[in-house]
């Protein structure tokens, strides 16, 4: 036989009335909470201090078995000296523990002494329970008018705690529903609170694409107006004009080129040698790079001199070519052509320039602002569209989200109470 008042009861599963359905609206959960968890907190603290009432006797009752087997000396003189000792040190430690773990258990008030009861009863049961099991044999054996006394106040007192540990167990779990519940009230109330604002913000959104609206169709009107004038069909054939004549300086170019290019190689290596001025060495430059550009008029007599240059450097052998008299021959029929390109290339830059003035003084003065306002106004109602898109999508996501929450809440509130609570979220 040993010490085990561990073992528990098959605990019967109580028969529950059928949960009753309730509407409420959510503006009452907080209040329907605070109400249930304090009558939940209300019923535990009488439950637990109904137990601990009845432990309290067994406090004493167990504090009274140490005194009595204090005085017993269990007749140890009756046996073996050895057995004796044995049966003396087992004693001494029961009564030790009894004295020293056995302590006057709290009263109760609050969940706070609760908690604090249930840990000293674990304290006392465990301490007890130790020494006893170490000691089963000599309490059995030598002192088995207290074992019986021992077993039996324990397993009762094991059977209170375990009420009272599950009571507050109980008790927990109502405590952290109704966190929870706060919590999901916390989330809907944010919700709620950003739905408002993006209600107002597809308001406001909507007014503003309206505004951009009429705006951009104030100035198409405009540009529509600017381009079915007189004025701008003669812009835009001055512009094609434009385009059209551009393709002469392609053609002028081309020539001009085809000229250089027969007098590229000594050009280019008077370039390497030569020692010129900043502004000559420029135009020599331009000579071998683009000779279109070099050819200005008042850039004429500096051509000739650097041609006459390269002549003089063909005829002294200072530049090396394959055939001097070609290469001096194709020198004087490039300074033979220069006044023919010359004059191509000034005619061209003068009706060139002069198309591209009255191409301005044609140009619509509004037009480009009024494209540069389009676009913008454009770009900013397409903003405008993405944040509504966005807003809206929010809603729908909120809309979706607290049913769902609320869901949470009626499951929660079920852990309170019979009444089966249907939450109205309005």
């Known amino acids: 036989m040993v010490f085990g008042w561990g073992k528990k009861k098959q605990a019967q599963v109580p028969v529950e009335d059928a949960p009753k359905d309730k509407d409420i609206s959510l503006s009452d959960v907080p209040q329907i909470v605070s109400d249930l968890t304090q009558l939940r907190k209300s019923q535990s603290v009488s439950e637990i201090k109904i137990l601990r009432n009845n432990t309290s006797p067994l406090i004493d009752e167990l504090t009274n078995i140490g005194k009595v087997l204090e005085k017993d000396n269990l007749n140890v003189d009756d046996i073996d000296k050895h057995l004796a000792i044995i049966v003396v040190r087992g004693k001494k430690q029961v009564i030790d523990i009894i004295k020293k773990g056995v302590t006057t258990i709290p009263e109760i008030s609050s969940i706070d002494d609760a908690h604090k009861l249930d840990t000293t009863l674990n304290q006392i049961l465990k301490k007890v329970g130790d020494v006893l099991g170490r000691q089963t044999r000599v ?23 375990s009420e009272i540990h599950q009571i507050l167990n109980n008790f927990e779990k109502t405590q952290s529903a109704a966190d929870q519940i706060h919590s ?32 951009i169709s ?11 004038s007189e004025n701008y069909k003669k812009y835009l054939e001055l512009k094609k004009t434009i385009d059209d004549f551009s393709k002469q300086r392609l053609k002028i170019k081309n020539e001009i080129d085809a000229q250089f290019t027969k007098i590229s190689r000594p050009l280019s290596r008077y370039e390497y040698a030569s020692s010129l001025d900043k502004e000559q060495q420029s135009i020599l430059s331009q ?3 683009d000779p279109f ?3 200005l008029p008042k850039n004429k007599d500096t051509v000739i001199v650097i041609l006459e240059n390269v002549r003089k450097a063909v005829s002294s052998e200072s530049i090396s070519v394959k055939d001097v008299g070609k290469t001096l021959s194709q020198i004087t029929e490039t300074e033979e052509a220069l006044d023919g390109f010359l004059k191509q290339v000034e005619e061209y830059y003068e009706k060139f320039e002069s198309m591209q003035n009255d191409l301005k003084s044609l140009k619509p003065k509004n037009l480009v602002s009024f494209e540069h306002d389009l676009e913008k106004n454009i770009s900013s109602k397409e903003d405008a569209s993405h944040r509504l898109d966005m807003a809206e999508n929010d809603i729908r996501e909120i809309d979706t989200e607290i049913p769902q929450l609320i869901r949470q809440i009626e499951e ?11 939450i109205n979220s309005s």
């Not at 009230?185 to 007014?207: A, D, F, G, P, V």
């Not at 104030?218 to 079915?228: A, L, R, V």
């Not at 079920?414 to 009444?419: L, V, W």
């Open 139 to 161: 309490i059995h054996i030598f002192a088995k008018k207290y074992a019986a006394q021992l077993k039996n106040n324990l397993e009762v007192m094991n059977r209170n705690h």
């Open 184 to 215: 999901l009230l916390e989330q809907i109330k944010t919700l709620k609170e950003t739905r408002i604002k993006n209600e107002k913000k597809i308001q406001e959104t909507k007014e503003n694409t309206n505004s951009l609206e009429s705006k």
């Open 218 to 228: 104030s100035i198409e009107d405009s540009i529509k107006e600017i381009k079915s």
């Open 287 to 289: 000579l071998n790079a």
């Open 293 to 295: 550009k070099a050819l």
């Open 412 to 422: 929660k509130l079920k852990q309170f109470s019979n009444t089966r609570y249907v």
